[in-house]
């Protein structure tokens, strides 16, 4: 079954329209289908997310679905576009808990919408699987029931931060980021961290992403002394044009950063495919081919499922389908084991120990809502993609 | 316009008496049964439209306020989410305590509106000397800058990362609360913008927008007038983003959207320039509509554009013209104008004095062309005083020296000896000089009586915050308006249309509607610029009698016709100019016999 | 550096010259100015992208194509909201008419291109360095654009004709000449000289449907501080504009620079409403 965005819309205007029309839902009872409330950003600007891990949901919620459900419980996906913006995600949130009364909400998946999102769906006592990584997502008080299956910006930056000087021993370090807020928090978050293991940053700056010349930028950046540039931004023009213009400088540093780096929208922006060299993107150990060039076994079954739906897999990332196929499936093994009430979700979840998702194993506990491993954290090749994953950056033994 | 208590008819007939409860009612009803609803919805238990209740009532703040400046004063002002912006920014920043110590979120929502206010009027003030698309642009420009601020200003915005909303205390806390809080403010809102639209404000503000010239001609300082609505339109504004930062518990640049801003602009559009009700309605469609068509959230941008075009194009006047059933009813269709010049005296009592207007060797070239070259003229009161001559004679330049639309190269206007204020034109009302134009400058889509109370709008008391707030003094200048507008349609024989729209009117009922609207100002000097042009002979000779008795009060009537029976009727002085000067001045007899005014002007 | 300010700055400057031309061809043609010319240069770049590189066709034809499509579009503008609010004295109808069509159009091309920016084809092979074709194509398109509509208005007889029905309306039409087919012609040659913007600026510019409100913005900038119509103040206000910008990019950086420039036109326009080239309003009494 392909599954393309105007299956998806059709789809989801089915659905939208039978739930309309239908009175305020009473409490779940436990026979009833488990609602799993879902908000991608499937348009707008900051979309690509969305886009990608929307496929892997709604294939698992098909796989779980067709092998008969969680104790005979079907999982019914409530998919609300918040179209990249924060005023729909509230908007939409609100319904999902208020109106549909669902389970659990898995995302938004946008930074800007979650922020705005969580706090409404934490007084509406709404279990949160949340893939975003600002680091303030999370807070055991605030949002007792947040948790977070996917890194940090911290742990993000630290494990870039980490490979550019502990590994490459590169102290003298550039950081862009874009205007964005994720760009904006990611330079005012590793700028520091980078001081803290004794690195040297010689230049840091957020940049329009609209601009069409980063060429000034650069050469402050070479002028300064740079030996590695770390750009932080999701927008595959920005990304590109910082490669592109190191290639028109003939300016031989790595660019170690954003995972965006290694996407397939960003090599259709580059000038030459030989500019996508020593260039080095955050991305997860499942989702890599180690030294001997082979994936972990999860992950190559995962390939053939996708392969054989037939996914479209060349405009995005692996890792985003594979986080979107994992959502569903630890709510399903949720349920399965604990029950669908908040509680008894939350409470699963607080002594949950290396669930084996595709994209990572979460652990997480009463104190610690962050669920993804540090040493799940790679650096990759961005010129490596081979089906949607890449191979280890050199240098990377750990 | 045609939505305030003002207008319905039986307010009309009759004056103070006939504004009984049932025309009131007529017009509020839209009002009370919007209002019922919406303190009604707690009711329902359901929380998801409270949500989207509480987002209509927020954007209504603001749609409200705009409304005066783009339905009324027809500025179009696409980027005015930029306040949005700030207020909502103001009022995170001070109660989450990022740059000052943390205030109490009323106190900062009070201040998210002065700062709103202060804003509004930077990014309103280059409407005053900017083309309509230009200061479109302009507001464009101001949206992108303060967005942009709001991303560099990292230590008290937080960046990109934003900033907590404000959390009000109390019982505004729960959810209904804030709705309360939100629907309380929007219905205050609502009132006070009402109360300017039925005002000499909100009427001055339609007359800028679409008559810009009578407007000014009536006394209507358009600086004034557009920087206190671009004042209150900021404030509430800026009031508005408070609440939204509340109602989105969270704030980043990326929820200030140009699409937000196209929407407040498009609600106003959609419901009808000059209402009130049109735009309310039209921002409760917008705001609910995404709801219910969820899978078209994506194109519903696109849908808003194509509906705006659609209104545009086929229903400029929007939803509140959907609803206007009074303006459909037919009129009479042969309409005799019949004025009544013996009750001039009523209304003129004042008029006169023992003072002339002069012009002491007036020129004025336009691009070395010599529109007036050396003129001298004196209009002296209780005189109807004509001035003829063929096209491109400076016929209407002079008019126009002397109304101050333009200044001359040379001499003076004086009015008793004292100097005019050259290129002052809205200066020339309160010197009770009145004048009507060559071709009539209408609010099309108000009612003549509206369109003659425009007339009187110097002799409004009452200031801008008072009538917003409907005082007493505002009702007093209200009942005043409409007595002395009723009496000066009674007067040019139009009373009995009072309450039809001014774009219905025939050509000659315009006519007479502008003498209305000049009357109102009690002239000593009336200046008519081809008042016969387009009226049949019979309305010709009741226009004559009609400026005689204005005249004979004690007004000194300046006349430029074409019209030479009128001229030779009614004047007790002619003027003939001819290439910008002089050609012959004296009595209607000495003129008719005038050897080279013959040969020049009259014909044999 | 000043190398890449002054390339970046001329190239950028053409493609602003060549929207403010847009705007003027418009303008000149209607006293009307049209939110579609940022959406036109936009089109340029999106149609030149799918024609070219999505759809594979040689680079000729699929640049004709686009320019095609430009003129149509310009047609469409000039019968759906141009014409039909002409007729009205409300001088502010055709601001919000060009407005909902210019969204359309944006909204479409966004759901339906992409949101993201898309790559634009390389389309001749002379660069990289200073001489790149992305540098000095908008720059030669400007070029041949000022020097062709030149010719068309002093030495053909059609183009004397749109002289003459912005010169003065009345008379031209008492003297025969048909105002109607004039109109929609000027706003087919409008509609062309926007996507040819666009399409010689693609490589800069990427085909992004976002182009078009920083395009009428930035592309506006050149008719207002170089008076309405003059075609010479708006390629002299969009070079100006396209330094002054790479300048200020370098100087004070991303966030800034934007900023910087708006700052300045409005500082200007407050100065000079008419433009710095403009003629004073004409009378309105």
Redesign the interface.
């Known amino acids: 079954m392909l599954i393309t965005r105007r299956r998806l819309i059709a789809g989801s205007a089915l659905g939208a329209a039978a739930l309309k029309t239908g009175f305020v839902r009473r409490a779940a009872a436990e026979t009833e289908t488990i609602r799993i409330g879902f908000l991608p950003a499937l348009t707008g600007p900051s979309s690509s997310t969305g886009i990608g891990i929307n496929r892997g949901t709604i294939m698992a919620v098909d796989e779980i679905n067709a092998a008969g459900g969680v104790n005979g419980r079907k999982i019914e996906l409530i998919t609300r576009d918040t179209q990249s913006d924060p005023t729909k995600a509230v908007n939409a949130a609100t319904e999902l808990t208020r109106r549909e009364k669902v389970h659990v909400i898995f995302g938004p998946l946008n930074s800007g919408e979650s922020l705005a999102a969580t706090p409404l769906i934490a007084r509406d006592g709404v279990p949160q699987l949340d893939p975003c990584w600002v680091d303030s997502l999370t807070d055991p008080k605030k949002y007792p029931l947040a948790f977070r299956n996917a890194p940090t910006n911290h742990q993000i930056g630290g494990a870039a931060n980490h490979y550019v000087v502990e590994i490459l021993k590169l102290p003298k370090v550039a950081v862009i980021g874009d205007t964005t807020g994720y760009g904006t928090a990611s330079v005012n978050t590793y700028v520091p961290m980078l001081a803290d293991i004794k690195a040297d940053v010689v230049y840091h700056a957020s940049v329009d992403a609209a601009n069409p010349d980063l060429k000034p930028e650069m050469l402050r950046m070479q002028s300064a002394g740079a030996q590695v540039i770390m750009p932080w931004s999701v927008n595959a023009g920005f990304l590109a044009r910082i490669i592109n213009t190191r290639a028109q400088m003939n300016w031989d540093v790595p660019i170690v950063g954003q995972t965006t780096l290694g996407s397939g929208q960003t090599k259709a922006l580059l000038d030459k495919p030989e500019n996508w060299e020593k260039v080095y993107a955050n991305n997860f150990r499942n989702c890599a081919y180690d030294a001997s060039g082979k994936l972990p076994p999860r992950t190559v079954a995962f390939v053939e499922k996708l392969k054989a739906a037939k996914l479209e897999m060349s405009d995005t990332l692996l890792w985003w389908i594979a986080l979107g196929y994992d959502a569903p499936r630890l709510i399903a093994d949720t349920v399965k084991a604990s029950g669908s009430s908040p509680d008894q979700i939350a409470g699963y979840w607080k002594t949950l120990k290396a669930w084996p998702g595709v994209y990572g194993d979460i652990t997480w506990s009463a104190d610690q809502r962050n669920g993804f491993p540090d040493d799940e954290i790679v650096m990759c090749r961005a010129n490596s993609l081979d089906g949607g994953a890449f191979k280890l950056a050199p240098g990377y033994a750990a | 316009m045609t939505d305030t208590p003002v207008s319905s008819s039986a307010a009309i007939t009759g004056g103070a008496a006939g504004r009984g409860l049932a025309a009131r009612l007529e017009a509020l009803w839209p009002y009370l049964a919007l209002g019922l609803a919406a303190v009604a919805l707690p009711l329902s238990g359901d929380t998801y439209w409270g949500i989207i209740a509480t987002r209509a009532c927020v954007y209504w703040v603001l749609v409200a306020g705009l409304n005066l400046v783009v339905g009324f004063a027809g500025q179009i002002a696409i980027g005015w989410v930029a306040l949005l912006t700030l207020g909502a920014y103001t009022a995170s920043v001070l109660t989450a305590g990022t740059a000052t110590p943390a205030l109490s979120p009323f106190l900062a929502l009070i201040i998210a509106g002065v700062a709103g206010a202060i804003v509004g009027l930077i990014v309103g003030l280059p409407a005053l000397r900017l083309r309509t698309f230009y200061f479109a642009i302009t507001t464009l420009g101001f949206a992108t800058i303060v967005t942009q601020i709001a991303l560099a200003w990292q230590s008290v915005t937080g960046g990109g990362v934003g900033v907590p909303g404000p959390l009000f205390p109390g019982w505004f806390s729960s959810q209904w609360g804030f709705y309360y809080l939100c629907l309380g403010l929007a219905a205050l809102c609502t009132w006070m913008t009402a109360n300017l639209a039925a005002s000499r404000f909100g009427r001055a503000l339609v007359a800028i927008r679409d008559a810009e010239v009578a407007a000014e001609a009536s006394g209507v300082a358009k600086p004034a007038v557009l920087m206190m609505v671009f004042l209150f339109s900021g404030a509430v504004a800026g009031v508005a983003g408070g609440l939204f930062a509340s109602l989105q518990s969270y704030i980043t640049p990326d929820a200030f959207t140009f699409d937000l801003s196209v929407l407040f602009f498009i609600a106003i559009l959609i419901g009808g320039r000059g209402s009130i009700i049109g735009p309310l309605l039209g921002t409760i469609i917008l705001t609910v509509l995404p709801e219910f068509a969820a899978p078209l959230v994506a194109w519903s941008t696109f849908l808003y554009a194509a509906l705006l075009l659609l209104i545009v194009l086929l229903m400029p006047g929007g939803i509140a013209d959907l609803i206007d059933y009074k303006n459909r009813r037919p009129l009479e269709q042969h309409r005799d104008i019949v004025p009544r010049p013996e009750m001039v005296a009523g209304i003129l009592h004042q008029a006169g004095g023992n003072q002339s207007l002069t012009l002491d060797d007036v020129a004025l070239s336009f691009d070395g062309v010599h529109a007036i070259d050396g003129l001298d003229l004196e209009i002296r009161p209780g005189e109807v005083h004509g001035l003829i001559g063929p096209n491109g004679s400076g016929k209407t330049t002079t008019l126009n020296v002397i109304s101050g639309y333009n200044a001359p190269d040379r001499g003076a206007v004086r009015l008793g000896g004292e100097p005019l204020l050259p290129g002052a034109s809205h200066l020339r009302a309160s010197r009770r000089i009145a004048r009507t134009f060559q071709t009539p400058r209408l609010i099309g889509a108000a009612s003549v009586l509206e369109n003659v109370m425009i007339g009187g709008t110097i002799d409004g008391r009452a200031t801008f915050a008072e009538s917003l707030l409907s005082f007493p003094r505002h009702l007093q200048d209200e009942r005043m308006l409409r007595d002395a507008a009723m009496s000066a349609l009674a007067v040019v024989g139009l009373d009995a249309l009072a309450a039809v729209r001014a774009d219905r009117l025939q050509h000659s009922e315009l006519r007479f509607m502008e003498i209305a609207r000049a009357l109102m100002l009690r002239p000593n000097f009336l200046l008519l610029d081809e008042p016969a042009a387009g009226l049949s002979a019979e309305e010709i000779r009741r226009l004559g009698a009609l400026i005689v008795a204005i005249a004979r009060v004690g007004a000194g009537v300046l006349l430029v016709e074409h019209h030479a029976e009128l001229i030779f009727d009614i004047c007790d002085r002619v003027t003939v100019l001819n290439l910008g000067k002089v050609l012959a001045a004296g009595t209607p007899a000495q003129i008719r016999s005038h050897r080279e005014v013959v040969s020049a002007y009259l014909g044999a | 550096?000043l190398q890449?300010?002054i390339a970046?700055g001329l190239t950028?400057g053409a493609i602003y010259a060549l929207i403010g031309i847009t705007y003027n061809v418009m303008f000149t043609a209607s006293r009307v100015?049209s939110f579609t010319a940022g959406v036109l240069g936009m089109l340029g770049g999106v149609l030149g992208s799918l024609f070219i590189r999505r759809l594979g066709m040689p680079v000729a034809f699929g640049f004709i194509l686009t320019l095609c499509c430009g003129m149509a579009i310009g047609i469409v503008t000039e019968i759906?909201?141009v014409r039909?609010?002409l007729k009205?004295l409300?001088?502010?109808?055709y601001?919000?008419?060009t407005?909902?069509?210019a969204?359309?159009i944006q909204?479409?091309t966004?759901?339906e291109w992409s949101?993201?920016?898309?790559?634009f084809p390389r389309l001749l092979n002379i660069g990289?360095g200073v001489f790149d074709q992305q540098f000095w194509l908008p720059i030669a398109a400007c070029l041949a654009t000022v020097v062709g509509l030149e010719l068309l208005y002093r030495r053909t007889l059609i183009g004397r004709a749109f002289l003459a029905i912005a010169e003065d309306n009345y008379a031209a039409r008492a003297l025969g000449l048909p105002e109607q087919a004039l109109r929609m012609t000027s706003y087919a040659l409008a509609g062309a000289i926007g996507t040819l913007a666009g399409f010689a600026g693609g490589e800069?510019?990427?085909a992004?449907f976002?182009n078009a409100?920083?395009l009428?913005?930035y592309g506006?900038v050149p008719v207002?501080l170089g008076g309405m119509g003059s075609n010479r103040g708006a390629v002299i206000g969009g070079m100006a504009l396209g330094l002054f910008q790479?300048a200020a990019?370098?100087l004070v950086?991303?966030?800034?620079?934007?900023?910087a420039v708006?700052?300045v036109?409005?500082l200007v326009?407050?100065a000079r409403?008419e433009g710095l080239g403009g003629a004073t309003a004409a009378?309105?009494?």
Request: aromatic share 18%.
């Open positions: 550096m890449s300010i970046y950028m100015f759906l909201t039909p609010v009205s409300d001088q502010h109808l601001v919000l008419s407005l909902a069509f969204l359309l909204q479409f966004a759901i949101t993201e920016p898309q790559p990289p800069v510019l990427l992004f976002a409100p920083m009428n913005f506006f207002a790479q990019n370098f950086g991303g966030i800034f620079a934007s900023v708006f700052v036109f409005i326009l407050l409403p009378r309105r009494v």
